[in-house]
């Protein structure tokens, strides 16, 4: 025995000393189980640990397979892209530590889920994310580890349930008496459910949807290692996350074939996204017509030097600083204008006939009294120029005749039934309502390169059907 076992045994009460024969008689039978009393302490449970550590062999224990708990969830207050306070998750389990940080937007809709801000404007300027922190650390993270408590690597089982414990691979493992209502990082579904009753509320509003978002997060990346990762790839610190948590999503999806998604480019910026005078927020390019997800972040990006060339030589270098998505934001007002742009930057490029375009309108935004303001970021627009729904419509019509349009987003406020039901029959191209989680998106983009990379020759690209990639 080791000096520190050693060491730890003299710190232990008697009860180490009439528990050596149990000890000895496990270690006879190489049986993994070990029956703790519940007036052990948890000095007197870390010495029981240690000992089972030595004694066993990897070999001799390496045949039973149980559950990796949830170990750990910690929650801090990071910045994201435009330096305000967002959510990220620490999560803990026997194959390391996984992070997850909370995106968000700087439009977004009445009927979305609340992001939870603490709304104190002497920090922050009201966007402190403290309250959904504190939710994470003092009611969910308790509530999901009710029955372990891991400190300093050590495991701590709360004395009512401290029964039974096993040692593999240098892991504490709980056995299955403790297990029916401690959650894995492979029950995701069960987990977000569970998030889901505990907040009790439609849009998420008791704890935040930054906070339910961020845990989630963490158990999915968590999840897709556990579940895709041997030990051995663990301890030789090459697993690929990446891969693991695109396959685990796939899995949880019950679609088994991973397809690259199209990129979709914000290479203007205007609307809440940019000091500009245009209404409409993003204007974006597909290439739907590269080959692989590589191809098309080439094509993406010699799309948007070309588009700064050009909005350089016809506005001057003023015009080419970027908006809040890193969009280019010259002060323009007509919107068509900005199409114009960006079809000049694609033929330039020599991509004609291989990218669309697509827009995120937010036109909630500039919806005043039943029409809608192109001109809202004028404190002194002129009422007579507001568009009715029709009107708009319109000109989003005229918008998908003139150009290579592919999706609009939110072309009218979310309230605005008629004209959504109106331009949807209008239309073929994807009237989309509801935005995507506004991520640091070059970060998303390097990953699913790096995920395209691992695939190899099973890499799909979704192309020209990404509205139904089969």
Not at 50 to 68: D, G, H, Q, Y
Not at 124 to 152: F, M, S
Request: aromatic share 8%; net charge neutral; with cysteine.
């Amino acid at each position: 025995m080791s000096s520190s076992i050693r060491g730890q045994e003299h710190a232990t009460s008697s009860w180490v000393t009439n528990y050596r024969p149990q000890l000895d008689q496990h270690f006879q039978e190489r049986s993994p189980l070990v029956h703790v009393p519940a007036t052990a302490t948890s000095g007197e449970l870390h010495y029981v640990l240690l000992t089972i550590k030595m004694k066993f062999s990897t070999k001799a224990v390496s045949r039973f397979a149980e559950k990796m708990p949830l170990q750990k969830i910690f929650a801090r207050q990071i910045f994201d892209s435009r330096g305000n306070p967002t959510v990220e998750v620490d999560l803990v389990t026997d194959l390391g530590l996984f992070r997850a940080a909370v995106p968000s937007g700087a439009s977004t809709g009445i009927y979305e889920a609340l992001e939870l801000r603490d709304n104190k404007k002497e920090h922050y300027h009201g966007k402190g994310v403290q309250t959904a922190i504190d939710n994470i650390n003092n009611i969910i993270t308790p509530e999901l580890l009710k029955q372990v408590r891991w400190e300093l690597g050590h495991v701590y089982i709360l004395p009512e349930l401290l029964k039974q414990v096993r040692w593999e691979l240098g892991c504490v493992y709980i056995l299955p008496e403790l297990l029916k209502q401690t959650f894995e990082a492979t029950q995701q579904e069960e987990i977000d459910d569970f998030l889901l009753k505990l907040d009790g509320t439609e849009n998420k509003s008791k704890f935040g949807a930054n906070a339910i978002l961020g845990v989630s997060l963490a158990v999915c990346k968590a999840g897709g290692c556990q579940e895709r990762c041997t030990p051995l790839q663990v301890s030789g610190g090459f697993f690929h996350l990446r891969l693991t948590c695109s396959s685990h999503i796939a899995d949880l999806a019950k679609n088994p074939n991973i397809i690259l998604p199209v990129p979709a480019f914000n290479v203007i910026n205007g609307g809440s996204h940019a000091g500009n005078k245009l209404a409409m927020q993003e204007f974006m390019i597909f290439p739907s017509g590269a080959k692989s997800f590589t191809e098309a972040m080439k094509m993406g990006s010699e799309v948007y030097h070309h588009l700064m060339k050009v909005i350089k030589a016809k506005f001057g270098l003023d015009a080419t600083s970027v908006g809040d998505e890193g969009g280019f934001a010259p002060n323009i007002l007509n919107n068509k204008d900005a199409l114009n742009l960006i079809v000049d930057a694609i033929e330039k490029a020599g991509y004609s006939g291989k990218i669309e375009i697509g827009m995120d309108v937010a036109a909630s935004e500039f919806y005043r009294d039943g029409k809608y303001d192109l001109d809202f970021k004028n404190p002194n627009s002129d009422k007579s120029a507001f568009l009715s729904p029709q009107q708009l419509q319109e000109l989003y019509l005229e918008f998908i005749k003139e150009f290579p349009m592919v999706s609009i987003e939110d072309p009218f406020d979310q309230d605005d039934w008629a004209a959504w039901s109106s331009i949807t029959a209008s239309t073929k191209i994807q009237i989309k309502t509801g935005a995507p989680c506004r991520s640091e998106r070059l970060a998303k983009y390097n990953q699913i390169l790096r995920i395209e990379e691992e695939l190899g020759a099973k890499a799909r690209y979704a192309g020209k059907n990404f509205r139904n990639p089969v």
